[in-house]
Structures are given as structure tokens and as C-alpha cells.
């Protein structure tokens, strides 16, 4: 094991043997960042907590989470290094994406983008005319694009010569 990894296993108060699993590293960030993000502490009047100088940081917490679930950090802590005992991954939302056409969103000329409400109501869809002409220059002619309010997506298709 890495000194990267036992120090990331240390921040986030995880044993090292047997490693923890994916659920159990998320559980150990959450918990860690609510015990020590400024914003979220709660006041205590033991002393169960490190003192402000022994706490790790906000960065360290997410850095130690960071290096614990990177596939790239090969690690026998990463649940891609194991087995997996967990249900698989829930399908990607954007292969359920809405059509819609290019001719149905408003157009901004002056910031090149098209836009389009969403019926959440708070954010929308947004597409630059740049994104366009890349996919039409690869042969595609739809991009797939996230409402910038909600988790829904949609699928904006165009024809050639239209970007």
C-alpha cells in the first residue's frame, strides 16, 4: 500500500485491512466533512474532536477521497481492484434524452449560443454555436447538452449547414 493511500485512509478515520468499499469510503467523506467543514460543525462540548491544528482540511478530506476512488491511482482500496459485491451503476440520463430540434431554440447571435427553457424552471439548456460546428466536423449533427438547473438532458439535433 502507498503512503499516499494509508495517509488518505488515516484523514478519512478508514481501517486499512480488510480495504473499505466504495460505500464505505463515501460514507467516511461525508462524515469527515461534516466534522470538520467550519460551516457545518457542530459545536461540541466534549472533546472528541481533534483541536483546529490537528483537524485535516476541507482539501486533505476531498484529496484523500479523491485518491481512494481515482482509477488512475492503482490502489487495492479502489473498488475496480476488487470484486464488485454492489448492484451495477444506474444507467446514464442522457441515453433517455429528449429530441429536440435546433430550430425550436432561440438564437443569440452577438454570444453565438442557443437556448432553450427547461421545465424545471430554473435553468435551461444552452448550446454554442461552437459545439456545432465541432460535432458537424466530425459528422455528427446532434449534441447532447444538460439543463444548467436540474439533472435533465436533451439531445439537440441540426442538420448540415445548419451551424
Same mark, same amino acid.
Given at each position: 500500500?502507498?503512503?499516499?493511500?494509508?495517509?488518505?485512509?488515516?484523514?478519512?478515520?478508514?481501517?486499512?485491512?480488510?480495504?473499505? $468499499?466504495? %460505500?464505505?469510503?463515501?460514507?467516511? #467523506?461525508?462524515?469527515?466533512?461534516? @466534522?470538520?467543514? =467550519?460551516?457545518?460543525?457542530?459545536?461540541?462540548?466534549?472533546?472528541?474532536?481533534?483541536?483546529?491544528?490537528?483537524?485535516?482540511?476541507?482539501? %486533505?478530506?476531498?484529496?484523500?477521497?479523491?485518491? @481512494?476512488?481515482?482509477?488512475?491511482? =492503482?490502489?487495492?482500496?479502489?473498488?475496480?481492484?476488487?470484486?464488485?459485491? $454492489?448492484?451495477?451503476?444506474? =444507467?446514464?440520463?442522457?441515453?433517455?434524452?429528449?429530441?429536440?430540434?435546433?430550430?425550436?431554440?432561440?438564437?443569440?447571435?452577438?454570444?453565438?449560443?442557443?437556448? #432553450? =427553457?427547461?421545465?424545471?424552471?430554473?435553468?435551461? #439548456?444552452?448550446?454554442?454555436?461552437?459545439?456545432?460546428?465541432?460535432?458537424? !466536423?466530425? !459528422?455528427?449533427?446532434?449534441?447532447?447538452?444538460?439543463?444548467?438547473?436540474?439533472? @435533465?438532458?436533451?439531445?439537440?439535433?441540426?442538420?448540415?449547414?445548419?451551424?
Amino acid at each position: 500500500m502507498s503512503t499516499q493511500t494509508a495517509q488518505a485512509l488515516s484523514t478519512l478515520s478508514l481501517p486499512s485491512s480488510p480495504p473499505p $468499499t466504495a %460505500a464505505q469510503i463515501k460514507a467516511a #467523506y461525508h462524515r469527515a466533512l461534516l @466534522l470538520h467543514h =467550519p460551516d457545518k460543525a457542530r459545536p461540541s462540548i466534549t472533546t472528541t474532536t481533534p483541536p483546529p491544528s490537528k483537524r485535516p482540511t476541507i482539501d %486533505a478530506i476531498r484529496t484523500a477521497f479523491l485518491t @481512494l476512488t481515482s482509477p488512475s491511482n =492503482p490502489n487495492p482500496t479502489h473498488p475496480t481492484n476488487r470484486p464488485s459485491t $454492489t448492484a451495477p451503476s444506474p =444507467p446514464d440520463p442522457a441515453a433517455h434524452a429528449e429530441p429536440l430540434d435546433i430550430s425550436e431554440m432561440d438564437y443569440d447571435e452577438e454570444g453565438r449560443v442557443y437556448s #432553450y =427553457p427547461c421545465r424545471c424552471g430554473v435553468g435551461g #439548456y444552452e448550446v454554442r454555436e461552437a459545439w456545432l460546428e465541432t460535432a458537424a !466536423g466530425e !459528422g455528427v449533427f446532434e449534441v447532447l447538452v444538460g439543463c444548467g438547473g436540474c439533472s @435533465l438532458w436533451r439531445r439537440v439535433e441540426f442538420e448540415e449547414g445548419e451551424s
